[in-house]
């Protein structure tokens, strides 16, 4: 039998609040309920385990920080960095979220429904067969996926024009997928594009499905489209801008 508790945020400050959350997650809590959320930062933050945690309202900066195993579902936007350091769980954002989503993100899946702001995926990492993964339904912002080492970074832009500019900004791991064509104009110095295969869309199929699931879409639609795959143009692409003495 799953035990929910249910705790209102309204007008309480960040620590309290993730104290509250820390204390109900001990007590035994499956599934915590925070309405109200306005906000407040860092909820989420460094949990174990598998509970998850449905944040009513708009999470503050730093949402699931650090984070290792829960489910973080925000029925709202999130404030900048949701999935920072995340070593392995999931966020769900059923708004738009703002600067730096999934940055330096090490494990797990954070998927966005509506919009991200500037440097999405920044600096995102992978280790063997811990890769994380961040899929954004709408639009990014310039600077996406700069300084990636790994993981997986889809964007649909569902609900728009694609607006990043400076895609791939010294990525040297890790691969971005973008619905629909991308200019060569919009590429950063040491990110290609290269052609999307089979094999390719058959490896992606099942995040793009696991997405369409939680927000509700047709999958159909979205596995079956045209793709531009965008990958590191060498391991080095700074290589050259150093003097050795």
């Not at 059923?94 to 429904?113: C, L, T």
Request: glycine share 14%; with cysteine.
């Amino acid at each position: 039998m799953t035990k929910q508790v249910t705790i209102d945020a309204k007008g309480v400050h960040y620590t309290p609040l993730n104290q509250q959350i820390r204390k109900a997650l001990e007590d035994g809590a499956d599934e915590v309920v925070v309405n109200n959320v306005l906000g407040q930062r860092f909820i989420g933050d460094g949990l174990h385990g598998d509970a998850t945690i449905r944040v009513n309202g708009v999470a503050g900066g730093d949402l699931a920080m650090f984070m290792s195993g829960p489910t973080i579902i925000v029925h709202g936007n999130a404030e900048h960095a949701p999935g920072n350091t995340m070593d392995s769980g999931k966020v769900v954002i059923h708004g738009s979220a703002g600067d730096a989503v999934a940055h330096s993100m090490r494990g797990g899946k954070v998927f966005v429904r509506g919009d991200i702001g500037y440097r999405g995926g920044i600096h995102m990492k992978q280790y063997e067969t811990q890769r994380p993964i961040l899929v954004v339904g709408g639009s990014a912002q310039t600077f996406l996926g700069e300084y990636m080492a790994g993981g997986l970074l889809v964007v649909l832009g569902l609900d728009g024009v694609m607006k990043a500019r400076e895609i791939g900004s010294g990525i040297h791991g890790g691969e971005i997928v973008i619905r629909g064509d991308v200019d060569d104009a919009c590429l950063a110095a040491g990110a290609k594009k290269v052609p999307l295969t089979d094999e390719d869309r058959t490896r992606i199929a099942p995040v793009l499905r696991e997405f369409a699931d939680d927000f509700g879409l047709d999958p159909e639609p979205i596995v079956n489209a045209n793709y531009t795959r965008i990958v590191p143009a060498s391991a080095r692409p700074f290589a050259g801008k150093y003097t050795w003495e």
